[in-house]
């Protein structure tokens, strides 16, 4: 099955039909790329995911040939040619060999959790891996082929990532953050992806009176935790009901349903403020 989930996808400044789709590019040279969810036919909150673009492009040291302005035409077309109202759109900056370099931009499978999910928590499992690039989104197939077949085979939402001394970094496609008591605890950033949801997080916190505390927390710590969440595109604020055979009462800890509300208002908000 193609990645292209949508009619019309865009290749460097041309607007083509999902039949005509390279899969293969995707597996060549390195890409960088983000994924943005799509709200009333609205990119939410485009200008962070167009930030930290940037910011792959300078850890990586690969120079992108768009600028924030016309990857934003980009996006707004894509969205206009499919018609589209809500989804997930992934846009990336492929280089290859011999300088040859590919734009794409197309709608993408989704998976949103559902009511019960946000009132109950999902669970998750440990996986003990390191991603190569932490700070960087680039696209890695075989790490994230092994981290899925894991997910899969244990009926997990997410996987939680160990890194060799023993602390949580990240989600596999999310961010972590835990909950001792008022506080909200999560890896520092140099070990992690930074995450647009986590920024808006962080940012929420430090509005709504809520300690974030950016620190180490070994996986042996995790029973002495009050409560966890995943943040990302598609998850947005979801509490955690498991990890492994550890449970939580996430979905019912003031602090995360505090966050939850105080993220869906600002995601109304940016949406609504779209220009």
């Known amino acids: 099955m193609s990645e292209c989930f949508s009619k019309y996808f865009i290749c460097n400044s041309e607007v083509k039909e999902s039949e005509e789709f390279d899969e293969n590019i995707l597996h060549k040279g390195k890409s960088l790329y983000e994924v943005i969810r799509i709200i009333d036919g609205k990119p939410l909150f485009l200008d962070?995911?167009?930030?930290?673009?940037?910011?792959?492009?300078?850890?990586?040291?690969?120079?992108?040939?768009?600028?924030?302005?016309?990857?934003?035409?980009?996006?707004?077309?894509?969205?206009?040619v499919n018609k589209a109202s809500l989804g997930n759109i992934k846009f990336l900056f492929n280089f290859q060999e011999e300088n040859k370099k590919i734009f794409l931009c197309y709608f993408v499978k989704y998976h949103y959790p559902n009511l019960q999910d946000y009132e109950n928590g999902v669970h998750t499992i440990l996986y003990h891996g390191e991603r190569e690039n932490p700070n960087a989104?680039?696209?890695?197939?075989?790490?994230?082929?092994i981290?899925?077949?894991?997910?899969?085979?244990?009926?997990?939402?997410?996987?939680?990532?160990?890194?060799?001394n023993g602390h949580i970094t990240e989600g596999s496609k999310s961010n972590i953050f835990m909950i001792k008591g008022k506080n909200?605890?999560?890896?520092?950033?140099?070990?992690?992806?930074?995450?647009?949801?986590?920024?808006?997080?962080?940012?929420?916190?430090?509005?709504?009176?809520?300690d974030v505390k950016e620190e180490k927390v070994n996986y042996n710590d995790l029973e002495n935790l009050d409560a966890l969440f995943i943040s990302g595109t598609s998850p947005k604020v979801l509490p955690v009901r498991s990890v492994d055979k550890i449970n939580f009462k996430s979905a019912q800890n003031e602090v995360v349903a505090k966050i939850m509300k105080a993220y869906d208002e600002a995601s109304k908000e940016d949406i609504s403020n779209f220009i």
């Open 147 to 164: 981290v899925d077949k894991k997910i899969s085979g244990s009926n997990a939402f997410e996987a939680i990532l160990v890194d060799r």
């Open 48 to 80: 962070k995911h167009l930030e930290r673009m940037d910011n792959s492009s300078r850890v990586s040291k690969l120079n992108l040939w768009f600028s924030k302005g016309e990857v934003k035409e980009k996006i707004l077309q894509l969205i206009k």
């Open 137 to 145: 989104k680039i696209i890695n197939a075989d790490f994230r082929a």
């Open 184 to 210: 909200v605890l999560t890896a520092p950033l140099e070990n992690v992806l930074p995450g647009v949801t986590r920024s808006v997080i962080m940012s929420l916190c430090e509005k709504n009176d809520i």
